[in-house]
Structure formats: structure tokens, C-alpha cells
């Protein structure tokens, strides 16, 4: 199997044989003689605002940059380094699959296209992300919305069954219910409750600040996993600082997120006509709250999380059939429905796992320390065996043990 690249700024996702081996978010920290990028920059990018950049795969294209940062010419130079930074991050150099967001336009594909087969990449094909995402997990329904997270918008991608094949219909871009978007709104919530506790500011320091948004991921899971309130410690070089967030008040200052998201999906369901089922993508699903906010539309009874090895697996079989000889690489934006057949294996319809695997050795799901007890429904229901799950700093392989009689 060719490797696979999830293309989001949120982070460049890439996988081998099924497995993610490299992850890394978009952002390039030009401080120094030598740019960095990814994690190193992003942990480090409120530390150096002026110099720090997200918005290269948001904005990719040949134009020139406003100021001379470094050697970079134009926002297709950091997007190139990016690459090269992930082959070596990941150890790859070869063929690889490309899933492509549906809010990147003509001259970006093209521009991805020139710099990947420039990369240590050698890429096979484009194809949709979405149009990965319904052949991932089939419905009947005539269409499908696909929800995903960047770093800078949401997209709600419609897609539809024509003809015999998926096709993508239209594709919205939600400015308000941004993955940065979030993370500003929950480090806010933090700091008003730190200057209301303490009288403190953490936002009068960049240091201070980049650690709370440095938290934003740990956050994420206690939210989502019903820890009803969160503390956070700041050691300054006078005090120890710390405040007690409930975490029912993040969930609140993301409502607006969360309904500017569900009022596009109502008026793209009100275009349509019918109902529309909503697959979301594995970021979109950390958005606290989401879900209960398409609950109370009406979409949630539909509603399936995609996993990231779900769409690796479907975008290779996607692009097993695409045109070779071509100087551009080929872009696939429909599939055949023999291609979501709801016999394969990797639709959401799957045996539930009973276990997870780390150091191969094999925990119960229900005797291990990694997961919470309130976590684990909602993972068997939405992960396949083979997920592999990020906990402390562990990766964790859902798997199925199957005890015979």
C-alpha cells in the first residue's frame, strides 16, 4: 500500500499500511538560522508571533509574500519545507495518495501538485476528502454531509449519489468554527476565570499564554471525556497561580461555534431537500459540544465519526485506479458506489473492539487506566479495531480478541 496523506493544516496526517506514523500541524516558526515547523513551531508560535505562520496550506498559492521571511518567496515555499519536514519526521520518501480538502480550488490543487512531485513524495493522486469519507462509510441516503475541521474554517462538504457514482455537490466554508477558532475560545474561558480567581493575567506574558494553549489538547479530552471541571497551575517566578474551569462553562462559550456550524447545515439541508445524514471527521468530533448541538437539529441519529485509518484505507482503493503517465497528478473527485460497498471492511459498520494493545500487550478495555469508563462507549461505537488512539503520550491500538469455546 502507497502511503497516505490527510492534507488538513490542522495537521498533515501520515499514514503506512493503515498505521499513522507522522503527524504534524501546520505551522513554521522562521526565529533563528534554520525554520522550523510543526509541533516545535506551533508550541513555540506565542512565544514568537512575528515570526510564526499558519496560514501557508490555508492560503497556498504563488503570490509573493508581503515581507522577506527568510528564503521563503511565497506561501508554496513553507508548504514545500513543510513536506520535505514530514518525510523526514516520518522516514518516508515515495509513492504517496494525497486527500485533499474540497475548499482547496483549481490553482491550489495545481500548486500541490507542482511542489509534492517536487518533495521526497512520489504522488500517485489527489483525491477528495470527502468523497473518501462517504466511500469510508456508505449510507443509504441519496446525499451526505461531510463535516471537517482546518485550521482556520470549517467545511461542510455535501455529497451525492448520481448516476451510480458519489459526487460532491457543494462545499461551505464556516469562518467562525475554526479548529484556532476553538482554541482561542477555550483559553479565553481560562483566562477570565484565572484574572476572576487570582487576579491574574495569564495573557500579560507570552510564556504563560503559550502554556495554556499548549493545554488546549488535554483540555479537549476532559471535556469530551465529562470531567466536570478542569484546574490549571501557572508558576510565575513570585506565585503559583491556579484556577478551576467547569468545564459546562467551555461548553458554553463554543455554543456559537457549534451554531454557526449547525445553521449552515440546516440551510444546506433545506436546499437539498430529504434528509441529510452527517459524517464528521475524527477533529471535527473533538469539538465539545458538537454533537449535541446536531443532536438538537435532528442530524445525530446519521450522524458517524470517520477515523483517520478509515480514510487512509478508502482514499488507497480510491486511487488504485487512477491515470498514470499524466505530468499533473490526477485529481479524483467521484467514485464509483461499487467502491462504498457496505460489505467493506472499512465502513463504520464494524465489530466492536474488546481490547487495546500497547507494548503487545493486551488490556481490557475495561481494566486498563488510559481510557476513562465514560469514554469507552462512544469509542467502540465510532472506532473499528486497528484505530490507534492517542492517551498520555501512548499509542493505542483498538483491537477485537475473540474468545473461542
Known sequence: MSAILELNDQ?????RDGKLVASSPGYALVHGKVPVFG??????????????????????????????V???????????????????????????????????????LA???????????????????????????????????????????????VIRRANGRLQRDEVLRVQGGSWHGMANSLVQTVNDAFIEQCRFNPQHSAQWE???????????????SATPEISIEIETDQARHKATVQTADMLRD????QSRIEQQLAGLASRVGGSLPVLLSSRAALMPGLKSTLQAGGYLGATAVVSGEQLADAAWRLAA???????????????????????NTSTIRHEPATHVLLDGLA??????????????????????????????????????????G
Do not use: C
Request: aromatic share 8%.
Open 11 to 15: 495537521a498533515l496526517n501520515l499514514y
Open 39 to 68: 509541533d516545535e513551531a506551533a508550541a513555540k508560535s506565542r512565544l514568537h508571533p512575528v515570526n510564526s505562520y499558519n496560514e501557508f496550506w490555508h492560503r497556498l498559492g504563488m503570490d509573493p509574500l508581503p515581507r522577506q
Open 321 to 343: 485506479n487512477a491515470p498514470g503517465g499524466q505530468s499533473a497528478v490526477p485529481y479524483i473527485q467521484a467514485a464509483r458506489l461499487q467502491q462504498a460497498a457496505s460489505e
Open 111 to 157: 500548486v500541490l501538485s507542482g511542489i509534492a512531485q517536487q518533495s521526497p513524495f512520489v504522488p500517485q493522486a489527489m483525491v477528495d476528502t470527502a468523497i473518501v469519507a462517504a466511500t469510508a462509510a456508505p449510507t443509504d441516503s441519496e446525499q451526505v454531509a461531510f463535516i471537517d475541521l482546518q485550521l482556520h474554517q470549517a467545511t461542510i462538504t
Open 210 to 224: 503559550q502554556q495554556l494553549y499548549n493545554e488546549v489538547p488535554d483540555w479537549l479530552r476532559a471535556i469530551n
Open 254 to 257: 463554543l455554543f456559537l461555534m
Open 70 to 108: 527568510a528564503n521563503f518567496r511565497h506561501h508554496a515555499d513553507m508548504a514545500y519545507a513543510h513536506l520535505m519536514h514530514l518525510s523526514e519526521l516520518s522516514g518516508y520518501q515515495g509513492e504517496l495518495v494525497i486527500a485533499v480538502p474540497g475548499s482547496f480550488s483549481r490553482e491550489q
Open 363 to 404: 488490556w481490557p478495555l475495561s481494566h486498563q487506566t488510559w481510557i476513562t469508563a465514560a469514554e469507552v462507549p462512544a469509542i467502540v461505537a465510532e472506532y473499528p479495531p486497528g484505530t490507534v488512539l492517542e492517551r498520555a503520550g501512548k499509542r493505542l491500538q483498538l483491537i477485537r480478541v475473540q474468545h473461542g
